[in-house]
């Protein structure tokens, strides 16, 4: 899993490279399987929809998940970041996204790197989302839609939406987003679960309401690389995570064979990870 | 315009026909320049979206806007409802919904012949909708989405939903989705703006919300067969219409030529229009 220099170049201009069916389905079937136990827990972890018991967003479950923390350190998700930003990366974030059928809520428009910056003091964009798709993504699911290009302009202004969704986000405006999309179009890859999306944390980034019959169950994951640590903890660190050890990878059958991992919130949430 | 056979025994299979860009741009341009002047008003017929001043959908408008009225006598549009009803039709509801771009908000799982039999108490399901793309509908702003061959169940159970958005539906219920999903699928027809889509008033329809920048401006026609009128006037006039003469269509070229029409509504809406 070596990105050659056409993905390279690719990923520089458009802020995005896209994977389909990357994992086999045996592979996801291990997450898959994990999911509905994750998301009918209740921990802070699991923040749910507005006005619904629907899981929206799940938290570091790589710290008390085995088959989450083995994908955490799985190598065709790891190397090609450690590639792109020549140096070790540790998990600055990890979310298991439900985006459920009839209940999946909107993420507006917003850049990570945004958050990120604003929130916790992360001093450049050199963290890098991966997102890797449990469901099949199709165009009635509420897909990932991507800008093109809009990475190009580091950090856009943003305002704090805090009444939309049940999550807070830094949203941009109307008006600017006009504008990217009049430069750069919209795009949404769509493909079998298991497909990998690498993007670029300034790509600005939304995905609509989820009507459909069909979960779209993501992981999200955001690698940071380790100089570039966060250096403000004003999140709780469930959200934003404050161990900078560099991830090791397993082996590109860690998904199919166990491995043995370190699962240090098995048994509960830290309190100190909890509160800010 | 007249439908030949294999098109109405595809209408009768999947409930619906999609003719894209069946009216010009110089047609269509007619009608796109009215929009903002009618949306601009403040006239009970403008129902905006929850928590934005965006139209969500403006009614009546043939009766106050002179190509929209024109627009409601078209052979194009009238003539293959009429053939496929085999008697002569009225205007039952005339809607122009706008799907914003950022603020267009979600319309739930519905049949429409659902809320006219059990608002209106309109007879059977002898009644049209008729869509017209007044701008290019694409997979990111938010398409009509239509599960083909529902409308062969009759009419489903539903529930009166009043809180999801600023317009009351009779909506259907998750379960009753997945089974009509799982048997016939989903399609959203997409196109240029002067497509149209003929779809029988049983097939169950949704949207999603419009989180890209173009609008998705539509009009929306419910033509009933004269002998099939509501019984019922519990809703206001301007949302259920009680004039029940045969719409006599105008010649094919009366969006691009001036024909005279009656704007009976021009100055205002009567007050006996506006309550129930």
């Known amino acids: 899993m070596k990105l050659d220099s056409r993905q390279i170049e690719r990923f520089e201009r458009e802020g995005y490279l896209f994977f389909p069916a990357l994992f086999s389905a045996d592979e996801i079937r291990v997450l898959t399987d994990e999911v509905p136990r ?3 827990q209740h921990r802070p ?3 749910r929809e ?12 790589h710290l008390y998940s085995r088959p ?11 190397l090609p970041v450690m590639q792109l930003f020549g140096e070790a990366v540790y998990m600055h974030q990890f979310k298991i996204n439900g985006k459920m059928a009839f209940d999946g ?26 997102a890797i798709f449990l469901d099949e993504v199709n165009e009635f699911n509420a897909p990932l839609m991507f800008i093109p290009s809009s990475h190009r302009l580091g950090v856009i202004e943003a305002g704090h939406d805090l009444t939309t969704t049940s999550y807070p986000l830094w949203t941009i405006d109307h008006g600017t987003i006009a ?15 298991g497909s990998m999306i690498l993007f670029h944390s300034c790509l600005v980034h939304a995905s609509t309401a989820n009507l459909s019959p069909w979960n779209r169950v993501s992981v ?21 995570h404050r161990d900078f050890t560099p991830i090791e990878c397993l082996p590109d059958d860690c998904l199919t064979r166990d491995y043995d991992v370190p699962l240090p919130w098995r048994d509960g949430t830290p309190a100190s990870a909890v509160t800010a």
């Open 105 to 130: 809520d909107v993420w507006q428009w917003h850049q990570d790197y945004g958050t990120w910056r604003r929130d916790d003091d992360m001093p450049d964009a050199r963290a890098m989302n991966v």
């Open 38 to 40: 994750l998301f009918a």
């Open 68 to 78: 989450f923390a083995r994908l955490a350190r799985h190598p065709r998700m790891v």
């Open 220 to 240: 999200y994951l955001s690698l940071c690389a380790v100089s570039n640590h966060i250096r403000r903890f004003q999140r709780p660190e469930y959200i934003a």
């Open 50 to 61: 507005k006005g619904s018991d629907a899981v929206r967003t799940n938290f570091a479950a």
């Open 179 to 193: 504008a990217l999309v009049a430069r750069g179009g919209i795009v949404a890859p769509k493909g079998p679960p």
């Open 45 to 47: 972890e699991n923040v």
